[in-house]
């Protein structure tokens, strides 16, 4: 039987600046109205259109219009992303026994000590992560999230997780940070000797994210498409966001330095 779907209520229910920040499309907000390149967001009524086209709509045509497909294949991607109520966190959350030094590991350039530090490795038990590298996440209050995983450069989330906190971020108590994309990027840039870093764990930022990081006065932000993210972060700290002319893993000690 076909999943239901309330296409009213995924309309209703989901921010458009939520769908925007998910897609890390960059847009201004003022007032009521949120503004990006070929679209002009009602806020009131969550609805846009193109000043200069045709299309408009709900969220579910935003997305379709963005992504292609079916509308119904649409509507089941918002659905899963915003409004899947399985998504709450579980309670008992196991800690899994990962190898520092499989070979899976090694791939990615982390050796054993590193691993042991950020509490990530290759997982050969039963569990969701298993034939994965998996990454121990732990949140801004020193708590166990649960894991998330990596296997042919594919990243997997548990059902459930969030991007509610940074990769990282429980261990900075100073007043600027380099600001990541990925996890791998986070452990690449602390291993050339810059340990105030914290990662995404996507390519958007999600509000929670960057409630989080107005604790912070300067940032670097690293980031291969980053107006979103630094429109926004730009309220509340002084961002320095340099062209990156090569991915963040292959930086050396003196390409981060030279940035400052």
Known sequence: MAEFLDFKEI???IPFA???DYLNISYTSKGKELKGEGFIVDTEKNLYFNPKGDDKGSVINFLHA??????RDTAIELKKQFLDESKKPQRDIPVLELERDHPAVSKFMINEET???FDL???GQKSIMAGKVAFRIIDHNNEHLGYIGIKEEKWFYPKGFKRDTLYNLYRQKQ???ILTVSVLDVIHIHGLG???VVGLMGTSATNSQLELLRKFKRILLLHPEPENIRNRLTEFAFVKNPLLEKPVGEFTKD???ALF
Request: with cysteine.
């Open 18 to 20: 939520d769908l925007l």
């Open 194 to 196: 810059f340990p105030f």
């Open 255 to 257: 390409d981060v330095s």
């Open 115 to 117: 691993a042991e530090y």
């Open 11 to 13: 309309s209703q229910r």
């Open 66 to 71: 963005h992504k292609g497909g079916t509308l």
């Open 121 to 123: 490795g290759y997982c």
């Open 175 to 177: 007043e600027a940070v």
